[in-house]
Every structure is written in C-alpha cells, then in structure tokens.
C-alpha cells in the first residue's frame, strides 16, 4: 500500500470530523492522501488540521491561479488510485450523480478516470427522498462504490438509517478497493452467527437477551475481508450487512440452528450470536391476557437446541470452530468449562459486566484453547474482528 494514493474529498456535513480520524487511518497502512475541502466541510474542519494529518496542502478553489495554472483540478483526479468522499453529503451525490461541475469537488468527480468510493452522509428523511433514491442508483451504474450509511442517532436529534460509516470500516473499504492480492482466506467459507434470538411468548410477547450483533458483524466482515466467502445467520438486529456478506435472518434458536446446517459445509463457523437456552414449551396463538385477581401466568421453559455443540460435534464439522462465552463473573473458569462440553477449538470470554461491551462499541476478551488462555486489552469490537479474524487465518495455514 505504500505507492497507493487516496484523494479524499471532505463534503459539508457534521460528520466531516470523522475525516481527521479516517486520514489517520490512512496514513497509518502507508497510503497517502491528498485531500479536497468543500466550502461547506470547512466548517467543520479546518484546512490546517487536514494538512498536518495528511501532510499535504490542502485544496479548496476551482479558480486557485496556483494550482490551475497547471490545470490542477485535471491533475488531482488523475493522480489518485483511489477517490474517496467521506462525507458524501445529498448535494455532492446529487452533482456527482448530474455530472454537475461548480466547484472543485463536482469537478474533480467529473473530471477522474478512477474508481470512486462514497460514505453517504445526511439526515434520514433526506437519505429516504426520492430525489436521492435516483441519485443514489445511477451513482451506483456509473460504477462508484458506496460504503454505508450507518443506522443510529443523528445530530438533529432524529434516528434512522443516513449516518456516515465509521472511519474503520471506511478505511476497510478503502484497502478491499485497493488490494490485488487474494486474501488469506480466498477459497475459504466461513459461517458466523450473529445478535440475539427472540422465542415467542404469544403473538406480541418473546423472550429475548441485550445482544446488538455488533461484535459478530464485525467479525462477519473482517473475515470477509481475508477473502473468505462468509455466511452471516442473524438474530433480529438494526445493523447493515457488512459488504461482500450473504445474510440469513432468522429469529428463534430453532431456525438458526437449521440455517447454519444448511449453510453448511464450511471450513470456519463462529458462533457469536448470544442463542436464548431457553423457549416457552407452548405458544399461545392469542395475546395472553391480564386477568384481575388471578396473578401472573405460569410459563413452562424447554430447552433449546445447542447450536455451537451440534456444530462441533456434527458430522460435517468445520475445521475451526470458535464459540463465545459471554459471563458476568468468573468468566474465563465458565470459559474453559464451555470449550470442553462444547467440543469446539476456541472460546473468546467476554466479561458483559463490564461497561460498555454489552450492546456497546467495544470488547475485553480472552482467547481459551486447550493450550491455555490469552488475554486481551479492551478494544474495539472492530478491532476484536480483525484480530480473531488473523488469528484464524494464522491457524487454518
């Protein structure tokens, strides 16, 4: 990646501080970046935080003598291997979309003979508009990359679907875009399980745990991005499927159980999703009601099938199979008891007391094998995912 260069082109949105961090990033796999700020992006950041992060000048103006006087606009679209706009807001889509060409930003775009990479950025209703709909598909035929949005809290206060991807999936994009080389997992199939079940009570009742999905999301598109063909079999979550990812929701054990056999054979499975051990032993076709005087009503629990056992144990067993240990107390103890009723290779312990991981953005993790255990600083769940997903990698050689 060091000789790759990345022209990065900052839109107006609040979301343009997420640029700093994205530059970072960058700089850090050896790319190098040049960037363009919109009038409307210097809003929210300066041109003197762009230029010491990415070490270049910064470029603002269509009409700068400087840089025109060798037709500067021509050069930076060329030069690139790569153009990225993060934020892409709904006016850049919308003159990118256009061939719209009144200021650097639109101009560039219009002027490149390279592949282009947009992060959606704006406010829900504006990302479900019909306008950018139609901006967004014949975007989409001209052949330029999207990476997000995300779904989630907006600074307008509203939540939906239109905020930027964060700056590690950006930059993974980025790469993904950028390698030749087949990943060490090319040829490989990995199934992962991801997020809660949910076991109905009734009609409107279910049981269910405070998965987000997030952590086996991530891990979904870390392998992915190894090269490996990856089979996603989702609980009930709001989260985009990761690029590149089959997805196959379900919401009970029972049928997450039968989508991972289905999805089977594969040389990887990683059973992330946090399956509910227990379902109600009948379910009510009607609503149940509340009757005065009479008290809460009696639920009968069954037991649910195992998936990470049957997985282990099967027939058609996957090469490597990794469960996780999600605990309150005495985790990595409860962990090694896991790995041996199991039969799988790996646990990664998470201790969900900890604030913040459960539902949340990041992990504290232990990796227990039959070799011992291996312990690991809080980080990013990201990050957690690009790590496992090495480390797997390392052990299928």
């Known amino acids: 990646m060091s000789k790759k260069r990345i022209l990065l ?3 107006g949105g609040i979301a ?7 530059i970072r990033l960058l700089r850090r796999s050896g790319l190098e970046v040049r960037t363009v700020l919109t009038p409307a992006g210097a809003q929210f950041v300066t041109p003197l935080s762009l230029s010491a992060l990415s070490e270049n000048p910064v ?9 025109e006087a060798e037709m500067g606009h021509i050069q930076l679209s060329r030069s690139a ?6 934020p892409a807001t709904a006016d850049l889509m ?6 719209l060409a009144n200021d650097l930003a639109s101009t560039v775009l219009l002027a490149t003979d390279k592949p282009v990479l947009m992060a959606p950025a704006m406010n829900v209703r504006m990302w479900e508009h019909a306008a950018t709909r139609r901006n967004l598909a014949t975007l989409k035929a001209d052949g330029v990359r999207m990476v997000g949005p995300d779904e989630g809290d907006m600074a307008c206060g509203e939540f939906g679907p239109g905020r930027m991807a964060e700056p590690v999936a950006i930059h993974h994009a980025i790469l993904d875009l950028l390698s030749d080389a087949p990943g060490p997992l090319s040829g490989k199939h990995a199934l992962v399980t991801a997020g809660p079940t949910a076991e109905p009570i009734d009609p409107v009742r279910y049981l269910t745990n405070r998965s987000s999905g997030k952590q086996g999301f991530a891990i979904a598109a870390a392998l992915s991005r190894l090269g490996a ?3 996603l079999v989702s609980g009930p979550v709001a ?5 590149g990812v089959r997805r196959v929701d379900v919401e009970t054990a029972a049928e997450m159980l039968a989508a991972c056999q289905a999805a089977l054979p594969a040389d990887m499975a990683v059973c992330v999703a946090a399956v509910a051990d227990w379902r109600p032993a009948e379910i009510s076709d009607q609503k149940t009601k509340k009757v005065p005087g009479a008290g809460p009503p009696v639920l009968t629990l069954t037991e649910n099938p195992d998936i990470l056992a049957t997985l282990s144990r099967g027939a058609n067993r996957p090469t490597l199979v990794v469960g996780f240990a999600a605990e309150t107390d005495h985790v990595e103890t409860y962990a090694q008891g ?3 009723r199991k039969g799988c290779d790996w646990i990664v312990a998470n201790d969900v007391s900890i604030e913040g991981t459960m539902g949340g953005d990041e992990n504290a993790v232990s990796i227990v094998t039959a070799a011992g255990i291996e312990r690991w600083e809080r980080l990013a769940k990201s990050e957690v995912a690009d790590q496992l997903a090495a480390r797997m990698a390392e052990s299928l050689k």
Do not use: C, Q
Not at 17 to 22: A, P, R
């Open 9 to 11: 082109i900052i839109g």
């Open 16 to 22: 343009a501080y997420k640029s700093l961090e994205l």
């Open 59 to 67: 470029h603002t103006d269509l009409f700068s003598l400087t840089d």
């Open 81 to 86: 291997d790569l153009v990225v706009v993060a």
């Open 94 to 99: 919308a003159r990118a979309a256009n061939g």
């Open 229 to 231: 063909k990856v089979t």
């Open 239 to 243: 989260l985009p499927t990761p690029a």
């Open 338 to 340: 896991k790995l041996a």
